[in-house]
């Protein structure tokens, strides 16, 4: 059975045409198209990104892709029957599990006995102090004295609470003031990248780091600020609809076409 490289090396020679014409039209460096047409991947490489390229090339040579997709991927992931062996139940010893339970009951009904027989001390009971009767008077002067701290103690919460309520308008009129500043804000940009049909999307930041990498299906839906430029990276720039601020500014690139890193601005227009 031919591999899927050599069948697409086949017919670039049938058509005549080099690696180097191939890379110019389809955007892809030579290098990937030489690992695709011999095989040869790195264990670290985005198997997703691989696919892409593979589609973008079969279809330039005019080739069955969905057929040659799947025998690439039976080519490159075979099912490996793996045998799972099962080690028996250990039988646990029931008599052994009893003796423990019970040496361990038997050590704290030693302890407990221990503890109630010479730990343990009579509780105290309580004692009153003998206070002798007061006079009449002196009951009236205590009563006064507590009506007294009482009403000191509402005025000063009241003078506490119109002191708080001061403040707090006082805060209240400088958060308000402070609040104004928030409406002026101006929101960035969004960006919708909108998928018309399967395609693979992948989106890199500023330091070249993956935060988006997947098989898109149609309708699927992509958002993110335009503050952010990343760059964009796909298999199909045909399938890919840009959206900005809810207006349609067009497809990225032509069906087919294979885009590599490309950042989009705010007068993007296609």
Known sequence: MELVGQILKKNRNIKELSILDISNELNISKEILDNIENDHFQNNIDYVFILGHLRSYCSFLGLNQDELIDQ???QHQPNKNIKINIRKPKVINNLLYSNKIFSFSLIIMI??????????????SKEYALIPDLPENYIAIIEKASVEGLVKSNNTKKVNEENFAELEGNIGSSSA???????????????????????????????????FSQLMNKDDEYSYPL??????????AGHILVIINQTVRGKIGKKGQVVDSLVLSKDFSN
């Open 111 to 124: 302890f407990t006995t221990f503890y109630f027989l010479f730990v343990e001390v009579d509780k105290t």
């Open 227 to 236: 503050d952010n430029k990343y760059s964009i990276t796909s298999g199909n």
């Open 177 to 211: 003031i402070a609040s104004l500043s928030k409406n002026n804000t101006v929101k960035s940009s969004t960006i919708t990248l909108k998928i018309l049909d399967d395609t693979w999307l992948q989106l890199r930041n500023r330091n070249n780091e993956i935060v």
């Open 72 to 74: 690439f991927k039976k």
